[in-house]
Nanobody
Framework: QVQLVESGGGLVQPGGSLRLSCAASGNIANTYAMGWYRQASGKQRELVATMSRGGDTNYADSVKGRFTISRDNAKNTVYLQMDRLKPEDTDVYYC???????????????WGQGTQVTVSS
């Protein structure tokens, strides 16, 4: 059984920083793309940033230059460094990963439980 566990959300003032972490655990054979999405109540979940196993990145236009995604393949962990946060970044942030479990032929997509990020003075 594969699980994604997120940490690092919270309340921060505009202009501040937060760092989110997401660790995948379980019987993992290989981890492919990992990333972050966010969703406000009543809205669709949207991409924030993704990173391939080889390091290729993709960012939403709204976060380019402010957020940085990184990962540690040895630890099956992905991070999101969020700087110069704005009130409109307030959302629930979800970790996402494509993982092939041990003994499985095909990879599956997994989601974390979500962590709240609130940017407010």
């Amino acid at each position: 059984q594969v699980q994604l566990v997120e940490s690092g959300g919270g309340l921060v003032q505009p202009g501040g920083s937060l760092r989110l972490s997401c660790a995948a655990s379980g019987n993992i054979a290989n981890t492919y793309a990992m990333g972050w999405y966010r969703q406000a109540s009543g809205k669709q979940r949207e991409l924030v940033a993704t990173m391939s196993r080889g390091g290729d990145t993709n960012y939403a236009d709204s976060v380019k230059g402010r957020f940085t995604i990184s990962r540690d393949n040895a630890k099956n962990t992905v991070y999101l460094q969020m700087d110069r946060l704005k009130p409109e970044d307030t959302d629930v942030y979800y970790c996402n990963a494509v993982i092939r479990g041990a003994g499985s032929i095909l990879p599956l997509q997994y989601w974390g439980q979500g962590t709240q990020v609130t940017v407010s003075s």
